[in-house]
């Protein structure tokens, strides 16, 4: 083998190896642990094709997310702290809900996908994504109207 061959193989071992690094590096984020890629489960960012049913719950809602990231929910499903959804005792697996914080008005779509929560002074527990989305995150818990969805 003359010195060039060596050379170059050299160089393609190098760049193989750097190639690795970058890909490693840059593959995963703080953001999702378990080595899990945030999948929005949820739902759209819109309620088009969606209209109230008229069924409404109002009460406290927390939120969860941290711990509970890529553990299976009650109904299978991996749970995403960052997709919009979030676990009740009074809706259906997959139902699709408007959630509106009282106190600040913002709101967001979400879907059933968990049982809970624990607490019975709750009336559901949203994931960290939808939780944020509406202004409770900081505080932990806020007084929601939560609006039954269905298909157009």
């Given at each position: ?5 060596t050379v ?83 809706l259906p ?48 818990t806020a ?10």
């Amino acid at each position: 083998m003359d010195i060039s061959t060596t050379v170059a193989k050299a160089a393609v071992a190098v760049m193989l190896l750097e190639a690795g690094t970058l890909l490693t590096a840059s593959g995963g984020s703080s953001a999702h642990t378990n080595g899990l890629r945030d999948v929005r489960t949820s739902t759209a960012k819109s309620d088009k094709g969606y209209i109230a049913t008229g069924k409404v719950l109002k009460g406290i809602v927390s939120w969860y997310g941290g711990r509970f990231h890529g553990r299976r929910t009650a109904y299978g499903e991996r749970f995403s702290r960052n997709a919009y959804t979030l676990a009740s005792r009074h809706l259906p697996y997959n139902t699709r809900v408007r959630i509106t914080n009282l106190r600040t008005g913002r709101s967001a779509l979400g879907r059933v996908n968990d049982y809970g929560p624990r607490s019975r002074k709750r009336i559901a527990d949203l994931s960290e994504g939808l939780a944020s989305a509406i202004g409770a995150k900081r505080s932990g818990t806020a007084r929601v109207r939560i609006e039954v969805l269905r298909k157009k």
